[in-house]
Structure formats: structure tokens, C-alpha cells
């Protein structure tokens, strides 16, 4: 074809035609294009929620006359919360110790039962308590009133979170909480002409490439916020022409259809501020706690300036890691921020100057107590399933006391090192112990193993053990419980031989394989023999055992063995503490729990798992029992640990050893509360150690840490107290009458062996005798 003929063929209509439906249809796409931008811009935004972690809360401290509370741990909360130590208290989140005398400005905080306001206390301590608590208050005229408080409840310390698929962590806020100065900082440095453009700025971009090439380094960026905020809501971090133009389109829309306000709320909220493990640091709120463990409204002009200073790149100007790069960026934002007229120069002077005032690096968070938080997240799966824990912002509160879990965390391992007998390839001994409210069955403290923070196998809820004579107060409960038997009732323990239920023949005996022949229920009891315990159990019955097993809260079926009168019943750590605790809460069962409430994370209450208690045994019945369980300390087997526990007690308490010494138990329980120990090998070996060598010693070395309260039981109005021989016998002599003790007994349910010598008169005289000594 000629040039002519192409020449024509191109003026041809129909070549017109192709290609003005070329055009078309290129323009249609691109039209569609931007309304699908459009439209996705408008959809995505206006509906924009993240995918927020469930925070999970320790217990709070609770400030009120007698609490059992030291200025030293008084002060350690407040650190941890964050609070500054100052010399006179201006604000919130400060507070001044001085010698026994704290005043503190607290936060306040919205707790799931309601919101605890701040407020300006003095709390003044006495000998290891608190020996009072005021707030002052200032009138309009000047003047200051001072006023007692009941209580002052700290907010409580946030000590993990179980986060998102996406590692994403925030603590998204409104625009009006976040301070002026930051909001300042951020456009003098990223964005100067933010209220004047529609989300594209060349003069930005061209002024932004100037500063640079004269400054010979990147200080300021060519985006705007708002593309910014497009990036990182919308698009991958790709570098391709076709992506800028997209963010360009995409902040045009955005623009189009939302307020600047709600553009720079969304910013503050989404930036990426920092790493911490798996957990990414975004928006300012949380970077705030994360850089300073304050909240954002507490932090000075250059922390927020340091803050502001990160969104061009967090890790690059990491404070911890690289000081100077951070010390430099924040005195450029400074710098701009003046320049542009947002500080004085005396402002920018004092804030340029001041130190880097970063907080040490927090502890990972996502692996803060790893033993507790397994507890808490069964609690919480049978009523919430893990997308709704990892994405929907929850607020877990929890029975955790910190004092009470980081002074077991810091004496057990020491404790279990003091007792341990090494194996023969070096393994270590191993170790669980559960502490709970003894009122409540508030988990206040659990470790699964004897290192503190230890993330693996969970012993305190997994390691089922046989728990040897820990059964006993479950016999002897049972027996009380029948109104047969009492404190003075003479049990035999004397060599037996029983068949079992499979034909074989069975002889037990006890630990030191001696006999006491006679010997008082109570003192069978309290020396663990297991001789007279299987005389009870037999006559009371093993069904009848098994049933109070059920009652104390054992939830495992026990197959009906003689076995189980000397401890062949399996149970872990935790279902230990859950029997004793409804012994020291005399005679009410409740659940033990890991979770008080939960609510959403504007503080709306979803559930409340309050506190549940069934009365599963009389009172007077669980008041006997704990007379021979606090004589365990006195002169049974854990008289051992008396000197160490002297300003404690008196005390509950049990010891336990299985066959071959493989498992050490010791369970017992003061005022405010009951702890449980296991020692042993994960492989079931031979510890060597008794309960009272082993799980004891380790029991008495954290409670004494812990100033476990001594127990101070009433006693029920039907009980009275009645001299006994010391010596038991089924038939007592005169001689055997004038050396008595006093026991506690039902009201008209006095043994025989003390009518006898009541009779003989031998008792009486002494009663009397005793009458008129007391009298004036």
C-alpha cells in the first residue's frame, strides 16, 4: 500500500470509528475506575473499625484503713502504673512520698462495676498498713478541707493482650483527647499545609524537596497526611507509579467526602509507631504507654515532639535503640514547630534541652504470666470464642494480684532449689503453686512451674497427681459431718489386714512404720496416721468419702478402692485449692475463679462472673476439722515450719507424700489466703522428699514473704469447750483424768471418755479449779 493509500484509509471512517470507541472505552474504564476508588474510599472509612486486642487487667490496688499495704509496695504499684514521683503533686498520674506519708493524684478509671474518679489523696502508712486515708479539697475562696475516704481504688496495671491475627495493637481515641501540642508537632513536621489542601499538595512536595536538598537529609516528606493515612489503610507499600497514582486518587476521594478532623483522628489512630515482639505499636495513644507508661495527656511538649518524630520511621528513631537519631528528630519537630509559631522560643529552648525521659523496655506483654493467663483463657472460652478475644477490643478484668504473683515469682525458685535433691542426669525438680482469695476463690497468683514466667507445660492445671494425705481432711470432715464422731473420739491405729475389692489382701501402715494404738481423732489428724485414718474411713465408709470429695468440689469420678482413705485419688495443683478453699471458707463451696467481668472496650459490662458460694457443710462441723488442721503446725507434721511462720500464726494447714516419695504436697490456708505446692518430677521419679521436707518449706517460704494473716476463726455458737484426758483411752483411769487439754466439741456431744472422768469427778474438780482462777 502507498502512502497515499494509508493516507486514505486512515481518514476512512471507520478507522474515525475504532478509534473514537477506543477512547470511549479507555475513558469509561478510568471513569469506573475512580468511582470504584470512590466508592471503596467511602465504604472502607466510613466504616472503619480495626481489629482490636482483648487488654486483660490485674487486680487493682485498693487503698483503705488496715489494708495489709507498705509505703515501699504502695510506691512499686504506683511505678508500675507509670505515675511519676514529684516534689509537689500538680496532676494526675504524680504522686510524692515522704516518709510515711504518700499524697498522690490518681487517673481515675471506668471499671466494669462504674467509674472511679481521680482524685487527690494522702494515705498515710503505719506499721506495715495503712493507717489512713483522706482527700483535699479546694474552694473557690482557696481554702483546703480535708476528708477520710473509705477507699482509694488505683486503676488497675494492664499486664497482656491477646491480639489479632494481624500482630496490630491500638488504643484508638477521639480528636478532642489528644493534646493540641501534638497535633501541632505532627503538621509542622509531616504536613504543614494539611487544612489548606484537598490531599495532593505540589507546593508540599516541591517546598518539601527544597528543605531537604539544602538540609542534605530527609526531614520532611512530600506526602500529605491524608495520602499518608491512604497508604497505610488501603494500599501495600509498593513503590510503582501506577500505586501513586491510585494514593493520589484515593486522598482526593477521601477528601472529597470526610472532614479534616476525622482524616487526622484516623491518622493518629492507624501510624505505625514502633515494634514490641510480635506486637505492632500503632496510633499515639498507645506509643505513648509503650515509649513513657503514661497516658498521652500527661506527657511534656518534647515527649510528644519525640512521638511526633517517629511516624518517618519508627524503628530508625527508636529512643531506646538509637538515642541520638531520636534525640536529633526531636528537636527538628521542635524547630519546625517554632518556625511555624506553634511554641515560643523559650519553649522551644527548654524543650530541646530536656533528657530523653523514655521508660525501661516493658516486659513482652503478650507473654506476661504465662500460667495465669492459660487459666484465664479457658475461663474465657466457655463464652467467648477466640476471633471475638482477638478483634473486638474487650476488657478483661482479672483476679490477678500483682504483689501477691511477683513475691511467690521471686521466692519459689530459691525455695525449690533450698529443698532440692538433684537427680542422677541433673534434671531439675519441678514445681506448681496456686494462691487464692481464702473468702472469695479469687485466683490471686499461679505458677506452673518452679521459674518464674515459663511458657510450656502448665502444672498447676495439668500435672495430675496422686495427692496422699492432702485427702485426709476430706475423711475426717466426713466423719464430723455424720455427728458420730468427734475431736476426742478414739480411733485405732493399730496394724490391720482388709481385702480389697479385687480378692487381694491389704496392710497398710504408717510413715514411720510405728503405731500409737489409742490415739484421739484430733491428734490422728494433725500427725497424718494412716493406721487410724483407715480405721475412720472403713467404719464411715469409702462412698460416704467419695461424696464429701464431691462436695469439697472434686469433680473426677473416684472409683470406690480402699486406696482412697490413703490419697489414690488424682488431682492437679488447681483442684487442690479448690478442695481446701471450701475448707477455709468454712464450709462453702464457691468456683474458683481467674475472671471478674468483662466488658466492651467503651467499658460496657458483658459479663460478670461474681461471686457464686453453696454451703456443702455445717460450719461447726469445718470448725473442728480446723482445730486439728491448725494443730498440724503445733505438733504434727508441720511443726517443722513453725519458726518460720512464728508472726503468722495460727495457721491450716496439710502435708502429703505419695508411695515412693514421688509427689510433695502441702496445702493450707490462713485469713486472706490458701496456697497449695507440688513438687515432683514430670517423669514421676523419686523425689526424696516428704511433703513436710519439701512442698512445706517451699509453702512457709513464699507466705512468709507474702505476711500470710493468721487464721482467726469464730467459733459457731454451738460449740463449747470441754478439758479431755490427754491421754486417750476408750476406758480412762484416775490417773488418766488429771492431765487434760481443751477441745472443742458440739453441744451435747462430749465423748464418753470425758463423761467418765466427769463422773469420777476428777474432771470436774479441775474445771472448777480452773472456774475460780479466772474469777476476780
Request: with cysteine; net charge negative.
Given at each position: ?35 470504584w ?36 509496695v504502695v ?32 487517673r ?20 506495715n ?6 482527700a ?9 478541707t ?9 486503676e ?5 493482650q ?9 488504643l ?5 483527647q489528644v ?33 531537604n536538598l ?12 491524608t ?24 486522598a482526593?476521594?477521601l ?39 503514661r ?23 527508636n ?15 521542635l ?13 522551644y529552648?527548654r ?7 523514655t ?17 484465664v ?21 482479672t483476679?490477678?494480684?500483682?504483689r ?19 537427680a ?58 455424720s ?39 484430733h491428734?490422728?489428724l ?13 467404719r ?20 470406690e ?31 474458683l475463679?481467674?475472671?471478674e467481668?468483662?466488658?466492651t ?20 462441723s ?62 514421676n521419679?523419686?523425689t526424696?522428699?516428704?511433703?513436710a521436707t ?20 469464730r ?21 488418766d ?29 479441775r ?10
Open positions: 500500500m502507498t502512502d497515499h493509500e494509508v493516507k486514505q484509509e486512515r481518514q476512512s471512517p471507520v478507522w474515525r470509528r475504532r478509534l473514537i470507541w477506543s477512547l470511549g472505552l479507555g475513558l469509561a474504564i478510568l471513569v469506573a475506575w475512580l468511582m476508588i470512590d466508592y471503596q474510599v467511602r465504604r472502607d472509612f466510613a466504616a472503619l473499625q480495626w481489629a482490636l486486642p482483648a487488654r486483660i487487667y490485674a487486680r487493682p490496688a485498693e487503698l483503705y484503713t488496715g489494708a495489709p499495704l507498705n509505703a515501699a510506691n512499686d504499684y504506683l511505678q508500675q502504673l507509670g505515675y511519676r514521683q514529684v516534689d509537689a503533686v500538680a496532676g494526675s498520674g504524680e504522686f510524692r512520698l515522704q516518709g510515711g506519708q504518700l499524697q498522690v493524684q490518681t481515675g478509671f471506668q471499671f466494669w462495676d462504674g467509674t472511679e474518679p481521680s482524685v487527690l489523696a494522702t494515705i498515710e502508712f503505719g506499721d498498713q495503712i493507717a489512713s486515708v483522706s483535699d479539697a479546694i474552694a473557690g475562696n482557696g481554702d483546703v480535708t476528708r477520710s475516704l473509705p477507699l482509694v481504688r488505683l488497675p496495671v494492664e499486664i497482656t491477646i491480639n489479632p491475627a494481624t500482630g496490630e495493637d491500638r484508638p481515641v477521639s480528636l478532642d493534646p493540641e501540642a501534638l497535633i501541632n508537632a505532627i503538621i509542622a513536621v509531616e504536613d504543614q499545609r494539611f487544612y489548606q489542601h484537598w490531599g495532593v499538595d505540589p507546593k508540599g512536595i516541591l517546598r518539601a524537596f527544597w528543605v539544602r538540609r542534605g537529609e530527609v526531614v520532611q516528606g512530600g506526602s500529605t497526611l495520602q499518608q493515612l491512604v497508604k497505610n489503610l488501603y494500599l501495600t507499600q509498593d513503590r510503582t507509579l501506577r500505586r501513586k497514582v491510585e494514593e493520589a486518587f484515593m482526593l476521594a477528601e472529597l467526602h470526610f472532614s479534616k478532623d476525622e482524616i487526622l483522628a484516623a491518622y493518629l489512630n492507624e501510624v505505625f509507631l514502633g515494634q514490641d515482639g510480635s506486637r505492632a505499636i500503632h496510633g499515639f495513644t498507645l506509643a505513648a504507654q509503650y515509649y513513657f507508661s497516658p498521652l495527656t500527661e506527657l511534656s511538649l518534647a515527649e510528644l515532639a519525640l512521638l511526633a518524630g517517629l511516624p518517618r520511621g519508627a524503628s530508625f528513631y529512643p531506646r535503640r538509637n538515642p541520638e537519631r531520636a534525640l536529633n528528630r526531636r528537636n527538628t519537630v524547630r519546625n514547630m517554632a518556625a511555624q509559631g506553634y511554641i515560643s522560643e523559650a519553649e529552648d524543650a530541646s534541652s530536656a533528657q530523653l525521659s521508660s525501661l523496655r516493658p516486659a513482652r506483654r503478650n507473654r506476661a504470666y504465662p500460667a495465669f493467663m492459660e487459666l483463657r479457658s475461663d474465657l472460652a466457655r463464652d467467648y470464642d477466640a476471633d471475638a478475644l482477638r478483634s473486638e477490643g474487650l476488657r478483661i478484668f483476679t490477678l494480684d500483682l501477691v504473683q511477683q513475691t511467690m515469682d521471686t521466692a519459689l525458685e530459691p525455695a525449690v532449689a533450698a529443698v532440692e535433691m538433684v542422677d542426669d541433673g534434671t531439675p525438680l519441678q514445681a506448681a503453686m496456686v494462691i487464692s482469695d481464702s473468702n472469695t476463690g479469687e485466683i490471686r497468683a499461679l505458677a506452673g512451674s518452679r521459674r518464674p514466667g515459663a511458657v510450656g507445660f502448665n502444672r498447676a492445671l495439668n500435672a495430675v497427681r496422686p495427692i496422699g494425705s492432702l485427702i485426709k481432711p476430706a475423711i475426717y470432715l466426713a466423719a464430723l459431718e455427728g458420730d464422731d468427734t475431736l476426742a473420739t478414739v480411733l485405732s491405729d493399730r496394724p490391720v489386714e482388709l481385702v480389697t475389692e479385687d480378692g487381694q489382701r491389704w496392710s497398710p501402715g504408717n510413715f514411720d512404720d510405728q503405731t500409737a494404738g489409742d490415739v484421739y481423732f491428734d490422728a494433725a500427725r497424718s496416721l494412716n493406721l487410724a485414718t483407715v480405721d475412720l474411713g472403713t464411715i465408709g469409702i462412698d460416704t468419702v467419695i461424696n464429701m470429695l464431691d462436695d469439697l468440689g472434686h469433680s473426677r469420678p473416684v472409683p478402692y480402699l486406696s482412697v482413705l490413703l490419697g489414690a485419688v488424682d488431682m492437679a495443683p488447681l483442684e487442690v485449692a479448690r478442695f481446701y478453699q471450701t475448707l477455709a471458707s468454712s464450709g462453702f463451696y464457691s468456683p475463679r481467674s475472671v467481668a468483662v466488658t472496650g467503651e467499658g460496657e459490662r458483658l459479663q460478670r462472673y461474681g461471686f457464686e458460694t453453696k454451703q456443702v457443710a455445717d460450719p461447726a469445718v470448725f473442728l476439722l480446723e482445730q486439728a488442721l491448725q494443730d498440724v503446725f503445733v505438733r504434727g507434721t508441720a511443726r517443722s515450719a513453725a519458726e518460720t511462720l512464728a508472726d503468722n500464726l495460727p495457721l491450716a494447714g496439710k502435708t502429703g507424700t505419695t508411695n515412693d516419695y514421688r509427689d510433695s504436697w502441702f496445702a493450707g490456708y490462713g485469713d486472706d489466703l490458701t496456697g497449695v505446692v507440688w513438687l515432683g518430677y514430670d517423669d521419679r523419686n526424696g522428699l516428704t511433703g519439701g512442698a512445706l518449706r517451699v509453702w512457709a517460704a513464699v507466705m512468709q514473704q507474702l505476711a500470710i494473716q493468721p487464721r482467726q476463726t467459733a459457731p455458737d454451738a460449740i463449747v469447750w470441754e478439758e479431755v484426758p490427754i491421754r486417750a483411752s476408750l476406758s480412762p483411769t484416775t490417773e483424768c488429771q492431765a487434760t487439754r481443751l477441745l472443742p466439741f458440739r453441744e451435747g456431744q462430749l465423748p464418753a471418755a470425758v463423761t467418765e472422768c466427769l463422773q469420777n469427778g476428777t474432771l470436774l474438780d474445771v472448777i479449779d480452773r472456774f475460780r482462777s479466772l474469777s476476780p
